[in-house]
């Protein structure tokens, strides 16, 4: 029986993070540049391929092609070191994340681990090492600076991140990221509550601090992925590139393939925690537990939710990109601890009292 | 004198932000959902779509020498285009037309027209300047090559774009 588990996690690790992550990753780069574009009433890379769709491929036959440069008053070992450590991370996240209900009688999940959510923050906040490292290695002001920002930034922002989520658990009772969206695809989204049990006036009140860990958490994912308009660690104005400054070719492919799988992981937390992750709205074809079986087709059903929800998220995050400027580092900081940590803590203590009130 | 501009004094809800987001979200999907209805004008696909059929009439492209009607190569070769080339884009070597030649009253044609197209300015004096009427700017601007050599542009090539030009100066014709 163990081959047979570990052949089917292997396959997991590789359909999940290989053939879908990774391809998603290189999309989202040419949808970025597609909408961006058409924000702004450009066109867009439209020449390789059907709608420019085959523009991710040259771009990474340019990177694999183009030299790969080391400067010389470089710390070799970390600056080697860090693209990995910052691409690793955001990969192993996907680990924990539900992609499906189930598909030849197999959850689609790679790793059915009852600490989701915190293992997801645990190695997310690995990343911030690659960039410490980066900018360390690299010697020199601008890659620095962006790191320092980096560091600060992310270890104010987790701290809201992690608090934001707890009135999730504190209302599932649960930390199975596969069981919390089972529950929500019985009894109505988190921020959705319109069927089940959630059609009451406990499902509605309960709704009102998930509103706001949801803007408090998805800010902070924002700010954990360095994207507008919290992008100050590369802020090109500034800082050239940022952290990245003194890398070429494919080691800066993989800081700038890292920062888009965190933006994919994110986006996925944030379907599977507040979207219902791969149920369809209304309860339609939910099965009746976490063990039952799943028909076929019901189980690609519920990937494609899954993976629709994501690409919808995904497009958020590029209209927000494309819309806010960025924040000056004080305002940035102030945010993150003056408001965002008071108001995640506030959240804790109202949904508290929301739920004694309401036993 | 420093003039202090007051900060705008900002409304509780406009301190949260999220009103302003979501103003400039209706500005950028605005435009986003404007292009995906294909209701913006946008920059020409160039080489799908070209400019050629509104270029003007006074349109300065490249040089080209023309024949007149009876295939005489109406360039007599008098150099004054080389002359007065700004950037010394043309190379002119004249020859002598043999006496039992049919237009061996016309005396000089060149041997070797090279126009170098990496140095032409596109400024048109050889066209002002010819007393042949022999070269003409043509509207072709697409003028590329991989090598240097492959960008001089020499009589064959230059009589391939210009082609044949009818009229305008008969004083070599067999009537006069």
């Known amino acids: 029986m163990d081959w047979y588990i570990i052949l089917a996690a292997t396959i997991k690790i590789v359909v999940f993070v290989f053939l879908v992550t990774l391809p998603l990753v290189a999309m989202s780069v040419w949808a970025e540049r597609r909408v961006s574009a058409a924000i702004q009433d450009r066109v867009g890379p439209n020449r390789v391929g059907p709608a420019g769709l085959l523009q991710p491929v040259a771009d990474g036959i340019k990177f694999l092609l183009k030299e790969d440069f080391t400067p010389n008053h470089v710390r070799k070992t970390y600056y080697w070191l860090a693209p990995a450590l910052t691409m690793i991370p955001s990969l192993l996240t996907c680990a924990v994340i539900p992609f499906g209900s189930k598909l030849f009688g197999e959850k689609m999940v790679i790793a059915d681990l009852d600490v989701g959510p915190l293992f997801v923050f645990a190695v997310a906040s690995l990343t911030v090492y690659g960039i410490v490292l980066a900018g360390w290695a690299s010697n020199s002001k601008y890659p620095f600076l962006g790191s320092v920002r980096s560091t600060s930034q992310m270890i104010s922002y987790e701290i809201s991140l992690g608090l934001s989520i707890v009135p999730l658990l504190m209302i599932y009772g649960e930390l199975n990221l596969g069981h919390i969206v089972m529950e929500q695809a019985q009894n109505g989204w988190a921020l959705l509550p319109l069927w089940g049990d959630g059609l009451s006036i406990k499902g509605w009140l309960l709704s009102i601090p998930l509103f706001i860990s949801f803007v408090v958490f998805t800010t902070s994912m924002f700010a954990e992925t360095n994207r507008l308009p919290f992008d100050l660690p590369e802020c090109e104005t500034e800082l050239v590139a940022g952290y990245h400054t003194e890398y070429s070719s494919m080691k800066f492919a993989l800081f700038f393939l890292g920062e888009y799988a965190a933006m994919i992981i994110g986006s996925g937390l944030a379907v599977t925690l507040f979207f219902g992750g791969w149920s369809l709205p209304f309860g339609w074809l939910t099965p009746e537990s976490v063990d039952a079986e799943v028909p076929f087709w019901h189980g690609l059903i519920h990937l494609g939710a899954f993976f629709a929800k994501v690409i919808l998220f995904i497009l958020f995050f590029i209209a927000v990109r494309w819309t806010l400027p960025r924040f000056r580092y004080d305002q940035l900081m102030r945010l993150g601890w003056v408001v965002f940590f008071e108001l995640a803590l506030a959240n804790v203590i109202l949904t508290a009292l929301l739920l004694m009130w309401l036993k | ?176």
Request: proline share 6%; hydrophobic share 35%; with cysteine.
């Open chain 2, 1 to 176: 004198m420093a003039i202090v501009v007051d900060r705008p004094k900002l409304k509780w809800w406009e301190h949260l932000y999220l009103p302003a987001l979501a103003k400039g979200l209706r500005i950028t999907l605005g435009h986003f959902f404007k292009m995906l209805r294909g209701n913006t004008k946008v920059t020409m696909q160039y080489p799908e779509e070209k400019w050629d059929a509104n270029l003007p009439d006074h349109y300065r492209g490249a040089p080209a020498l023309v024949t007149d009607e009876q295939e005489r190569e109406r360039c007599v070769a008098c150099q004054l285009c080389e002359f007065i080339c700004p950037p010394r884009a043309i190379t002119i070597k004249p020859e002598e037309i043999p006496s039992d030649d049919k237009w061996a009253k016309v005396e000089k044609r060149p041997k070797v027209f090279d126009i170098d197209m990496i140095r032409c300015i596109y400024c048109g004096f050889c066209e002002e300047v010819c007393p042949e009427q022999a070269i003409y700017l043509r509207k072709d601007y697409a003028i590329t090559g991989t090598s240097r050599e492959e960008m001089v542009h020499d009589k064959e090539k230059l009589y391939e774009i210009g082609g044949v030009r009818v009229g305008l100066v008969n004083k070599w014709n067999a009537l006069k």
